[in-house]
């Protein structure tokens, strides 16, 4: 009933504060996760991000981002999901860096009408890195033989337990330039004139928040409580927005899974599965985050 009374009441006459919900965004940006290690993609995203934005009367939607990257598939879908809501809903959008928001995490601070970060924050990290491992040696020393059939000559490029090929390579880096060009079409089409004219912008390089603001990387330095209080007023809410929970206030998680008939074997093979792609995810994860020296 109040918030009824209060819609039909002028804004300028409300007595009550501004709320901005807030949603975060932090993790490895990556299109499966874990129980053990949920990643940041569309799929984990978009019912947070679309609680966020039907918030009734917010006059904004503010994001706090933590990431050092990961997929750009999914830094773009989470990307264009929030623009897209941002203009069906007519809601500003601020991002708000945290430690860090570097390459694929950059790419998802490019949706807000705003990007504040900390002097301290890690920011940019424009362009496509692969990476991966050779065991062609490993393989011969403890006596396995790899064998590879395919129809197709190109359907087993850059097999880790082969040497690798030089034609293999020069595939991959001409996919990463495209990749490479279609971020930087982004940063363009999103910063446009605010960027700085410098050489070192699009090379992959990173900076700190205070060096993003002088390359036009962020619009201010700061943190979320104190911007949104001074830009909607010192009464200011903010509503952390968190994800929906099941039936009996959290998640199913790896007991739910696998069924309720299941034995002490699958339950034991299930957990053993997990363990071991937890291990693999958190080496993946952590690779990214070293990048950034954190």
Same mark, same amino acid.
Do not use: C
């Given at each position: 009933?109040?918030?009824?009374?209060?819609?039909?009441?002028?804004?300028?006459?409300?007595?009550?504060?501004?709320?901005?919900?807030?949603?975060?965004?932090?993790?490895?940006?990556?299109?499966?996760?874990?129980?053990?290690?949920?990643?940041?993609?569309?799929?984990?995203?978009?019912?947070?991000?679309?609680?966020?934005?039907?918030?009734?009367?917010?006059?904004?939607?503010?994001?706090?981002?933590?990431?050092?990257?990961?997929?750009?598939?999914?830094?773009?879908?989470?990307?264009?999901?929030?623009?897209?809501?941002?203009?069906?809903?007519?809601?500003?959008?601020?991002?708000?860096?945290?430690?860090?928001?570097?390459?694929?995490?950059?790419?998802?601070?490019?949706?807000?009408?705003?990007?504040?970060?900390?002097?301290?924050?890690?920011?940019?990290?424009?362009?496509?890195?692969?990476?991966?491992?050779?065991?062609?040696?490993?393989?011969?020393?403890?006596?396995?033989?790899?064998?590879?059939?395919?129809?197709?000559?190109?359907?087993?490029?850059?097999?880790?337990?082969?040497?690798?090929?030089?034609?293999?390579?020069?595939?991959?880096?001409?996919?990463?330039?495209?990749?490479?060009?279609?971020?930087?079409?982004?940063?363009?089409?999103?910063?446009?004139?605010?960027?700085?004219?410098?050489?070192?912008?699009?090379?992959? /390089?990173?900076? #700190?928040?205070? !060096? @993003? *603001?002088?390359?036009?990387?962020?619009?201010? &330095? +700061?943190?979320?409580?104190?911007?949104?209080?001074?830009?909607?007023?010192?009464?200011?809410?903010? /509503?952390?927005? #968190?994800?929906? !929970? @099941? *039936?009996?206030?959290?998640?199913?998680?790896? &007991? +739910?899974?696998?069924?309720?008939?299941?034995?002490?074997?699958?339950?034991?093979?299930?957990?053993?599965?997990?363990?071991?792609?937890?291990?693999?995810?958190?080496?993946?994860?952590?690779?990214?985050?070293?990048?950034?020296?954190?």
């Amino acid at each position: 009933m109040r918030r009824l009374f209060n819609r039909l009441i002028p804004k300028s006459l409300r007595g009550d504060a501004v709320t901005i919900p807030v949603v975060r965004l932090s993790g490895a940006i990556m299109a499966s996760g874990s129980p053990m290690r949920p990643a940041l993609s569309l799929a984990t995203t978009a019912g947070v991000i679309e609680k966020a934005f039907a918030f009734p009367d917010a006059p904004a939607v503010a994001f706090a981002i933590n990431s050092p990257g990961g997929s750009p598939v999914q830094s773009r879908l989470i990307f264009k999901r929030i623009r897209d809501l941002a203009a069906e809903k007519n809601r500003r959008v601020f991002m708000f860096v945290e430690d860090v928001a570097a390459s694929g995490g950059y790419m998802i601070a490019l949706a807000g009408d705003e990007i504040i970060a900390d002097p301290s924050s890690i920011v940019g990290s424009i362009g496509v890195v692969s990476a991966g491992f050779g065991f062609q040696e490993m393989i011969k020393k403890i006596g396995v033989e790899r064998r590879v059939h395919t129809a197709g000559k190109n359907k087993a490029i850059l097999d880790p337990f082969q040497p690798e090929r030089k034609e293999d390579v020069e595939r991959l880096k001409a996919l990463q330039l495209d990749i490479h060009d279609t971020f930087i079409g982004m940063v363009k089409e999103r910063r446009g004139a605010k960027l700085a004219d410098d050489p070192e912008l699009f090379t992959g /390089a990173f900076w #700190t928040g205070e !060096r @993003g *603001l002088s390359l036009g990387l962020v619009d201010g &330095l +700061g943190d979320m409580r104190s911007v949104l209080k001074d830009r909607y007023g010192p009464k200011t809410k903010l /509503a952390l927005i #968190t994800p929906q !929970r @099941g *039936l009996f206030g959290r998640k199913l998680g790896i &007991l +739910g899974s696998i069924g309720h008939g299941a034995s002490a074997g699958d339950l034991g093979a299930a957990l053993a599965g997990n363990a071991a792609s937890g291990l693999i995810e958190a080496a993946e994860e952590q690779a990214l985050w070293s990048r950034y020296g954190l």
